[in-house]
């Protein structure tokens, strides 16, 4: 197996194509920043919870509980903002509104990962990381 250049755009990459099968769950590598990312989405309501599953040889899995209304995906959208190749980063003033606030954008901060909502209150900027709606 080869390694992953970009594992966020990964973890969304598995998360779009289990939804698109209707799976309940997906697993991936474990790492701190998707650790991050899968507690966000357990808070804004778009997954229904995680869990980290230790292996042996100091290896961890991650595996996101999916959620679906009526067979549809609580997550309409993914997308990744920031790439290796190009980072995209966002000043308090020019914090992105996804879907006119009806979506988020995740943050990576000087405070940790946050939302466009909590970066606003904690008045932090940070790189965009993804936008889901």
């Given amino acids: ?10 973890m969304l ?26 507690r966000i989405l357990t808070e804004e309501g778009y997954i229904r919870g995680y869990k980290i599953i230790a292996l042996p040889g100091d290896k961890k899995i991650l595996k996101l509980y999916l959620k679906y209304q009526d067979k549809n995906p609580s997550i309409k959208g993914l997308v990744r903002v920031s790439k290796p190749g190009r980072r995209i980063y966002s ?5 992105p509104s996804v879907r006119g606030g009806l979506g988020i954008a995740i943050l990576s901060t000087p405070r940790g990962v946050l939302t466009d909502r909590q970066a606003k209150l904690l008045h932090v900027g940070g790189e965009v990381l993804c936008y889901v709606w």
């Fill in 13 to 38: 990459a598995r998360i779009k194509n289990s939804q698109s099968r209707l799976k309940a769950t997906v697993s991936m590598p474990h790492s701190r920043i998707k650790h991050q990312i899968a």
């Fill in 91 to 95: 000043k308090l003033s020019s914090l």
């Fill in 1 to 10: 197996m080869g390694v992953i250049i970009d594992p966020i755009a990964d």
